[in-house]
T-cell receptor, first 115, second 115 residues
């Protein structure tokens, strides 16, 4: 079955540090890949997405590139802020069922940014 | 912009009771998904509906059932509640007719506590 593996935290960084959160996946077919962010007590917000190999998703200074050869979708940001503190989930949708497939999530990475 | 609406936001039930969670998708969205997120866990896909028909099924217990109505809202019915059902239940919606991937927009969640 499909699976997503991401580094588990907590990951603690100082403000303005470089961020990388690793994510690798296993899927049948040709999945779409997503990063979601969850702030304390809130729902999931889509951060960025990529639907085919070599696509780069980007939003709010975050980037991730769909690497089919390494089955990876690592999240990066050049300079993190305290407000980036949250839990980040890598997810995939393999769409093998034709459309309304549920997302498969990784375990989530708790990111803590210290001033 | 309109978002996914879930009600109630918080619900407290006793063991063996029943609960009904409601989800109102973003206007014009035709697909609804349900997820369960235990404390400190990743969201687990339960079930999805496209155009009022069940589309994909995940790890939904037999004690749970769901449906999508003619106005596209959805209800998750949970019977014989157990302590382990205490979790955050998310609904998400998408419009499958618009893109080749199911970008899902999440609601704020319903926090169910079973005592």
């Amino acid at each position: 079955g499909d699976s997503v593996t991401q580094m588990e935290g907590p990951v603690t960084l100082s403000e303005e540090a470089f961020l990388t959160i690793n994510c690798t996946y296993t899927a049948t077919g040709y999945p779409s890949l997503f990063w979601y962010v969850q702030y304390p007590g809130e729902g999931l917000q889509l951060l960025l997405k990529a639907t085919k190999a070599d696509d780069k998703g980007s939003n709010k200074g975050f980037e991730a590139t769909y690497r089919k050869e390494t089955t990876s979708f690592h999240l990066e940001k050049g300079s993190v802020q305290v407000s980036d503190s949250a839990v980040y989930f890598c997810a995939l949708s393999d769409q093998s069922g034709g459309g309304a497939d549920g997302l498969t999530f990784g375990k989530g990475t708790h990111l803590i940014i210290q001033p | 912009a309109a978002g996914v609406i879930q009600s109630p936001r918080h619900l407290i039930k006793e063991k063996r009771e029943t609960a009904t969670l409601k989800c109102y998708p973003i206007p014009r969205h035709d697909t609804v998904y349900w997820y369960q997120q235990g404390p400190g866990q990743d969201p687990q896909f339960l079930i999805s509906f496209y155009e009022k028909m069940q589309s994909d099924k995940g790890s939904i217990p037999d004690r749970f059932s769901a449906q999508q109505f003619s106005d596209y809202h959805s209800e998750l019915n949970m019977s014989s509640l157990e302590l382990g059902d205490s979790a955050l239940y998310f609904c998400a919606s998408s419009y499958l007719g618009q893109s080749s991937y199911n970008e899902q927009f999440f609601g704020p969640g319903t926090r169910l506590t079973v005592l």
